[in-house]
Every structure is written in structure tokens, then in C-alpha cells.
């Protein structure tokens, strides 16, 4: 079964409001999670490492403003995308990394659509 | 920078074909290189992985070998089933305790019975 779970998988919402995305990691304690965004025919770019207890890094471009990451518990990392707009219509992954064994987990995606 | 480019699909080959997707990548140091499978409606799945130069990763009867001479990590497998259907992403790390991972673009594999 998943190890990873993220959720929802699908969100529909209208321009200006914000939406929060939910990983959760099932079977472990993940101090390091990871959160990517795949285009179309495109390749997952990791946008951000979160950490569980301080702030999060991001990547280059991304903004940090826009897309609020809250690593709160060992278990949960959440990304909000405020103010959304149409360009931020994407395939949101998150992935926890077991320290038990050094791998890496992968959510199922959340599909955000931004009317 | 790191990066990875992997053949793009969609691939379509009949049950028992073999299965070539070639994986060539650029990075700085060492990486370690993985093989990632995404079934549909479910999330990555790490497949198999290689960490130094000439290891074999294998896994369900698929194999890649780490070649530092050409920068590739091909993906083999000899028979391939219906259920091998899935999208297939090259990636790699260059090392460092966060485990951040470059992907490729990711290769859509068609099965048919």
C-alpha cells in the first residue's frame, strides 16, 4: 500500500482563492520532504525541500510567496498555493524521504485546475 | 547544472518485445541514477537504482547499468508484459544528504497484448 499519501488528488477553484495540498507520510517519520510540479510531457521540477520544524527552501524562480510550505510534524507537509491563477493549473507530487532506509516515496499527485 | 534526457515516447511494443529507453545524463561529481515507474492513477515508484560507475541495478526483469564513460543509463528489459504499461522517468542525484532528485521527461510505455 502507499506510503506517501497526498491529498486531494483533484481540486478545481476559481482565480484568487488559494488551495492548500496535503503529504502525508503513512508508515514513517519524514524530516525532509520534497515538492514537485510536472507539466504536461514535462519532467517533475522539484519546486521545494521542506523541513520539519524550520522554513523551507526553494528553488530558483519559484516563488515563495505563492506557494507556502508548512512542514508542521513529522508527518505532514503542506503546500498552499495562494491567489491562484490559470498558469498555476498543474500536476502537484510530494515525496518523504524514509531516513530508516535513505529512500524516497512519491504521493500520488494532486491535480490542481484554477478556473 | 544537472540534468537528464531520456528517449521521448510514447513507445508502443507487443507483449514479449524487448525494451530499450535510453537515459543519458550530465551532472557534476558522482550522481547515483534511478529508474522511476508510474503506473497509471498511482504515484512514482522507485524501480531500480545504481550508485558508482558499472553497477547493474535490476529489479522485475528490468535492468540498467551505470556507464560513466558515455554518461548513460539505459533501460532493458527482455519481455516485456501488458503490465510493464507505465510511464518511466530517469533521474538522478548528485549526492548531498537531501536527496534531491533531477528527473528526466519521462517516457510513456504502451503494452499491447
Known amino acids: 500500500g502507499a506510503v506517501v499519501s497526498q491529498h486531494p488528488s483533484r481540486v478545481i477553484c476559481k482565480s484568487g482563492t488559494s488551495v492548500k495540498i496535503e503529504c502525508r507520510s503513512l508508515d514513517f517519520q519524514a524530516t525532509t520532504m520534497f515538492w514537485y510540479r510536472q507539466f504536461p510531457k514535462q519532467s517533475l521540477m522539484l519546486m521545494a525541500t521542506?523541513?520539519?520544524?524550520?522554513?523551507?527552501?526553494?528553488e530558483q524562480g519559484v516563488e515563495k510567496d505563492k506557494f507556502l510550505i508548512n512542514h508542521a510534524s513529522l508527518t505532514l507537509s503542506t503546500l498552499t498555493v495562494t491567489s491562484a491563477h490559470p498558469e498555476d493549473s498543474s500536476f502537484y507530487i510530494c515525496s518523504a524521504r524514509d531516513p530508516r532506509i535513505g529512500e524516497l516515496f512519491f504521493g500520488e499527485g494532486s491535480r490542481l485546475t484554477v478556473l | 547544472g544537472n540534468s537528464v534526457t531520456q528517449m521521448e515516447g510514447p513507445v508502443t511494443l507487443s507483449e514479449e518485445a524487448f525494451l530499450t529507453i535510453n537515459c543519458t545524463y550530465t551532472?557534476?561529481?558522482?550522481?547515483?541514477l534511478f529508474w522511476y515507474v508510474q503506473y497509471p492513477g498511482e504515484g512514482l515508484q522507485l524501480l531500480l537504482k545504481?550508485?558508482?560507475?558499472?553497477d547493474k541495478g535490476s529489479n522485475k526483469g528490468f535492468e540498467a547499468t551505470y556507464r560513466k564513460e558515455t554518461t548513460s543509463f539505459h533501460l532493458e528489459k527482455g519481455s516485456v508484459q501488458v503490465s510493464d504499461s507505465a510511464v518511466y522517468f530517469c533521474?538522478?542525484?548528485?549526492?548531498?544528504?537531501?536527496?534531491?532528485?533531477?528527473f528526466g521527461k519521462g517516457t510513456l510505455l504502451t503494452v499491447n497484448p
Open positions: 551532472a557534476t561529481g558522482y550522481p547515483s
Open positions: 545504481a550508485t558508482k560507475a558499472d
Open positions: 533521474a538522478l542525484n548528485s549526492g548531498g544528504s537531501n536527496y534531491k532528485l533531477t
Open positions: 521542506s523541513n520539519e520544524g524550520s522554513k523551507a527552501t526553494y
